[in-house]
Nanobody
Framework: QVQLVESGGGLVQPGGSLRLSCAASGSISRINVMDWYRQAPGKERELVASITSGGVTIYADSVKDRFTISRDSAKNTMNLQMNNLEPEDTAIYYC?????????????WGQGTQVTVSL
């Protein structure tokens, strides 16, 4: 079984910074793409940032130049450095990973971590 556990959420003022982390554990053969998604109240879940096993990254237009995604493949971890946070970034942030366990490939999700940007 595989688990993804997020940490690092919280309350921050506009213009502040937070760093989210995601740790994958279990009988993992290989982690392919890893992503951060977010879901604000009343809105659909959206992709925030993605990073491949080769380190190629993509970002939602709304977070470009403010957020940075990274991963440590040796430790099966992923981070999201969020700078210059805006109230519109308030959401539950979810870690997602596409993981190989032996010959089986599946998608896994973390439980989510709340990020609130407010005065």
């Amino acid at each position: 079984q595989v688990q993804l556990v997020e940490s690092g959420g919280g309350l921050v003022q506009p213009g502040g910074s937070l760093r989210l982390s995601c740790a994958a554990s279990g009988s993992i053969s290989r982690i392919n793409v890893m992503d951060w998604y977010r879901q604000a109240p009343g809105k659909e879940r959206e992709l925030v940032a993605s990073i491949t096993s080769g380190g190629v990254t993509i970002y939602a237009d709304s977070v470009k130049d403010r957020f940075t995604i990274s991963r440590d493949s040796a430790k099966n971890t992923m981070n999201l450095q969020m700078n210059n946070l805006e109230p519109e970034d308030t959401a539950i942030y979810y870690c997602h990973a596409n993981i190989d366990i032996s010959t089986r490939r599946d998608d896994y999700w973390g439980q989510g971590t709340q990020v609130t940007v407010s005065l």
